[in-house]
């Protein structure tokens, strides 16, 4: 059973900093994208940033550019997410999520995609 868990949420004042984690379990990252994605109170889900985990490339929404910076542990199965100079706009629900979409020599492709449950990052003071 594929279980993504993420931890480090929590109330933070602005211009703080957090660190999320994203822990796999039954699912070992490879050639993936994983992200993360954060839900605000009546919007919808926004990507914020994304790692190719074997590669390490990686991508940045505008508004997050020079302040998040996402990274991967390959020992540890891990992507994490540091968040630096929060701003009450920053405030969301944020998801882990791991996507992989492999290619068989017949020709069929299969794409695979998992959400953690989440973790509530506040950002007020």
């Known amino acids: 059973q594929v279980q993504l868990v993420e931890s480090g949420g929590g109330l933070v004042q602005p211009g703080g900093s957090l660190r999320l984690s994203c822990i796999a379990s039954g699912f070992t990252f490879r050639n993936d994208n994983i992200g993360w994605f954060r839900q605000a109170p009546g919007k919808e889900r926004e990507g914020v940033s994304t790692?190719?985990?074997?590669?390490?490339?990686?991508y940045y929404e505008d508004s997050v550019k020079g302040r998040f910076t996402i990274s991967r542990e390959n020992a540890k199965n891990t992507v994490s997410l540091q968040m630096n100079s929060l701003k009450p706009e920053d405030t969301a629900v944020y998801y882990c999520n791991a996507n992989r979409t492999t290619y068989y020599p017949s020709g069929f492709v299969r794409t695979e995609d998992y959400w953690g449950q989440g973790t509530q990052v506040t950002v007020s003071s």
């Open positions: 790692i190719k985990y074997s590669t390490g490339t990686t």
